[in-house]
């Protein structure tokens, strides 16, 4: 297993996705194809528990009459099979209410080259999964721990052709990895994770040692009084709070005064400072950093943008039809980003905090008010004091409301940016890089029991 043959090259879909165009009778036509190899190791009490690999190539085919609107979806690609979808579409279509915001369908698009596509990781087998999970579960025998975690991958193609000329075909691969390392009394957990294109980016035994070193430090851990804390918070607890920010930046949002980005009395906050000016956020399907999307599934292209520029917010995402409305071009879109970082060491961050908290990551993270961008969340696996510059004792989890614009208006050192496991799952995420940060009067509302 584990070829480009096991998912449809260039050729196949433009052959799918003309023939749909060919059958159609819509006034506009767009056939979305997604084929991919998907492989998953599961393991727990230090031994895998699950493995399994899922080849699935489908095609929905979205026909328009005037502005009436409608889907249907197969994963059969014969002829009869392909008629059959075509028409099931436009018999829907035909019965939908009409969709005042439906913009036809794209032409031709230029698209930029995004190299994310890696052989290692589309031809991974099974036994290489086992390996790398061995490189865990091996440190945590030999510390009497118990270790748990996810293991996923995915290679394949995705293809947009519509009725009005546009053909677009990417490759793509991605793997994500996590580990939960905790000891037998149930009193320490450790954590450990990041997102690759690469699978040969991967150091399963890093990342292992680091989440078993984190479960043997964050025994038996004390109270500490909530309220607002120093902390230095490590890279994906950094991304745990940007991305909700990040994920705010629709211009209709705040253009119809949803948003934390509405100006007071109309328009939006576009070309003002609102954060730290050391904090830049952009996103480039080029960047080899974070390779994110080079298309839409309606075969937008996407773009280098920089949302926010030494503090400044520079950009939001206009989708088409909101685009139409203001004027605009469409933007790209954030499907990964990467946030500039310092100079500043964890090791620094911590000599210099006379009292504060040392944060892993974010856990059960819920939104509270989307004006303020306002969330409520856990600190989990690994939250520690310190003293004098020194880590001096594991804590117990503490429940925070806090909002990434007060914590962006509160750095006082930055580290050099990483790249992380941005999402609460296990689950594949977008590329996100981010650096750690030493932030003051982060808002802590309550101790946790739970570990």
């Given at each position: 297993?584990?070829?480009t043959?096991?998912f449809l090259s260039?050729?196949e ?5 003309d023939?749909v165009?060919?059958?159609s009778?819509?006034?506009?036509c767009?056939?979305n194809l997604s084929s ?5 190791t599961r393991f727990?009490?230090n031994?895998m528990?699950t ?13 328009a ?6 889907s ?5 690609f014969?002829d009869e ?5 075509v ?8 019965l939908a209410?009409?969709d005042?915001?439906?913009?036809g369908e794209?032409?031709?698009q230029s ?5 994310s596509?890696?052989?290692t990781t ?9 390996r790398?999970i061995?490189?865990v ?5 030999a510390?009497?721990l118990i270790?748990t975690g996810?293991l ?8 947009v052709a519509?009725?009005s000329?546009?053909?677009a ?13 905790r ?6 957990s ?7 294109n690469d699978?040969a ?6 990342l292992?040692?680091?989440?078993v070193s984190k ?5 038996e851990p ?9 902390v230095v918070?490590?890279?994906t607890?950094?991304?745990n709070?940007?991305n909700?920010?990040?994920n705010q930046l629709?211009a ?6 949803r948003?934390f ?6 328009g939006t ?12 956020i952009?996103s480039?399907?080029q960047?080899p950093r974070?390779h994110?999307t080079?298309f ?5 292209p996407n ?18 039809y909101w685009?139409e ?9 954030p499907s990964?980003?990467?946030m ?5 060491t964890?090791?620094q961050?911590?000599a210099s905090?006379e009292?504060g908290?040392?944060l892993t990551?974010?856990?059960y993270?819920?939104g509270v ?6 969330f409520t969340?856990?600190t989990?696996d690994?939250?520690f004091?310190?003293?004098?510059g020194q880590?001096t004792h594991p804590?117990k989890?503490?429940r925070?409301n806090?909002?990434p614009i007060?914590?962006?208006n509160?750095?006082?050192?930055m580290g ?5 496991s ?7 995420t977008?590329?996100v890089v981010?650096?750690?940060?030493k932030?003051r009067?982060?808002?802590f509302?309550?101790i946790?029991?739970?570990?």
């Amino acid at each position: 297993m584990g070829s480009t043959n096991e998912f449809l090259s260039e050729d196949e879909a433009r052959r799918i996705t003309d023939r749909v165009l060919t059958l159609s009778e819509a006034d506009h036509c767009r056939a979305n194809l997604s084929s991919a190899m998907d492989g998953n190791t599961r393991f727990a009490q230090n031994q895998m528990s699950t493995s399994g690999d899922i080849n699935n190539t489908s095609l929905t085919v979205t026909s328009a009459f005037g502005l009436r609107v409608a889907s249907s979806t197969t994963n059969r690609f014969d002829d009869e099979s392909l008629a059959q979808v075509v028409r099931t579409s436009e018999e829907l279509a035909r019965l939908a209410p009409e969709d005042p915001e439906y913009m036809g369908e794209l032409g031709p698009q230029s698209y930029p080259d995004s190299d994310s596509y890696y052989p290692t990781t589309a031809n991974l087998e099974p036994e290489e999964r086992a390996r790398a999970i061995a490189e865990v579960t091996e440190q945590a025998v030999a510390e009497d721990l118990i270790s748990t975690g996810f293991l996923v991958h995915r290679s394949g193609a995705s293809c947009v052709a519509t009725s009005s000329g546009l053909f677009a075909y990417g490759l793509d691969s991605r793997v994500n990895f996590t580990t939960t390392v905790r000891t037998e009394d149930g009193t320490g957990s450790g954590w450990a994770g990041t997102s690759v294109n690469d699978w040969a980016d991967l150091n399963t035994r890093e990342l292992g040692g680091i989440a078993v070193s984190k479960a043997i430090q964050s025994r038996e851990p004390r109270d500490v009084e909530p309220g607002r804390w120093t902390v230095v918070m490590e890279p994906t607890a950094v991304g745990n709070m940007v991305n909700l920010m990040v994920n705010q930046l629709s211009a209709r949002a705040a253009d119809e005064g949803r948003s934390f980005f509405s100006a007071p009395g109309g328009g939006t906050k576009l070309g003002e400072q609102f954060i730290d000016e050391r904090v830049t956020i952009h996103s480039d399907p080029q960047d080899p950093r974070i390779h994110s999307t080079p298309f839409s599934g309606e075969g937008l292209p996407n773009r280098r943008t920089t949302w926010v520029e030494n503090g400044v917010l520079r950009e939001l995402n206009y989708d088409r039809y909101w685009a139409e409305q203001n004027d605009r071009e469409p933007t790209g879109f954030p499907s990964g980003w990467y946030m500039e970082g310092g100079s500043d060491t964890l090791e620094q961050m911590i000599a210099s905090t006379e009292r504060g908290l040392l944060l892993t990551r974010f856990w059960y993270i819920r939104g509270v008010d989307p004006r303020t961008i306002l969330f409520t969340g856990l600190t989990r696996d690994g939250t520690f004091l310190i003293e004098n510059g020194q880590i001096t004792h594991p804590v117990k989890n503490l429940r925070w409301n806090e909002t990434p614009i007060f914590m962006l208006n509160n750095i006082e050192m930055m580290g050099a940016p990483v790249r992380i496991s941005s999402g609460e799952s296990a689950g594949l995420t977008p590329a996100v890089v981010v650096p750690p940060l030493k932030v003051r009067d982060f808002a802590f509302t309550s101790i946790s029991d739970a570990i």
